[in-house]
């Protein structure tokens, strides 16, 4: 089965400072990883996917990832953070058919970025 | 273009009492997810729709749940009676395909709260 894990239930960044939400994920067969964001009262929104190629991926609002496969990681990095990105952050894998077909997503990582 | 409509945002009700949730998905987006998240988790799969076919149903409690895409556009995902464990978030996403590197776009979500 698939899974995906976010160890780090909140993080905490000073605005300015370097950002990482780290994931890692389980899958049969090739990976597709993605990284969503949820404000309050919000449904997801896409940041950013990986599906192949190179091994970092630029998303939305300055966002991109580092994919990882000898270490089944997908880490979310963001250069300089801003208050405004002070949300609820999911990692999310998609396996292979036989796997289900299905988005799993983690447990979420909250972000909060302290001026 | 316009988004993953959901209605209503948000929704009280009294157990046993059945309530219904609807989505309107991208136009053009055949494939349609329904997905439940509970406070503070990440989202998990109800329902699938291809076009009008419900595909993967596997996760969805069938004893009391329902859902439906007559026309393979509109959904309407249904709990009859409602239990105190079913307050959560019902979240809809769309999909232009099934396939799995096609990003999955999400409504705002419809919190329900069951007294």
């Known amino acids: 089965a698939q899974s995906v894990a976010q160890p780090e239930d909140q993080v905490n960044v000073a605005e300015g400072n370097p950002l990482t939400v780290k994931c890692t994920y389980s899958?049969?067969?090739?990976?597709?990883l993605f990284w969503y964001v949820q404000y309050p009262n919000r449904g997801l929104q896409f940041l950013l996917k990986?599906?192949?190629?190179?091994?970092l991926v630029k998303g939305s609002y300055g966002f991109e990832a580092e994919f990882n496969k000898s270490q089944t990681s997908f880490h979310l990095k963001k250069p300089s953070a801003l208050v405004s990105d002070s949300a609820l952050y999911f990692c999310?894998?998609?396996?292979?058919?036989?796997?289900?077909?299905?988005?799993?997503f983690g447990g979420g990582t909250r972000v909060l970025v302290k001026p | 273009e316009a988004g993953v409509v959901q209605s209503p945002r948000y929704k009280i009700i009294e157990k046993k009492q059945p309530v219904a949730f609807w989505c309107n998905p991208i136009?053009?987006?055949?494939?349609l997810y329904w997905y439940l998240q509970n406070l503070g988790q990440g989202p998990e799969l109800l329902i699938r729709?291809?076009?009008?076919?419900?595909?993967?149903d596997s996760q969805l409690p069938k004893d009391r749940f329902s859902a439906e895409r007559l026309k393979g556009v509109d959904s309407t995902l249904k709990i009859q009676p409602a239990e105190l464990g079913d307050s959560a978030v019902y979240l809809c996403?769309?999909?232009?395909?099934?396939?799995?590197?096609?990003?999955?776009?999400f409504g705002p979500g419809t919190r329900l709260l069951v007294l």
């Open positions: 990986y599906i192949t190629g190179d091994n």
């Open positions: 999310a894998v998609r396996g292979t058919k036989a796997a289900g077909n299905k988005l799993t």
């Open positions: 899958v049969s067969g090739n990976p597709y």
């Open positions: 729709y291809e076009n009008e076919e419900a595909v993967d």
């Open positions: 996403a769309s999909t232009r395909t099934g396939e799995f590197g096609e990003t999955q776009y």
């Open positions: 136009s053009g987006h055949n494939t």
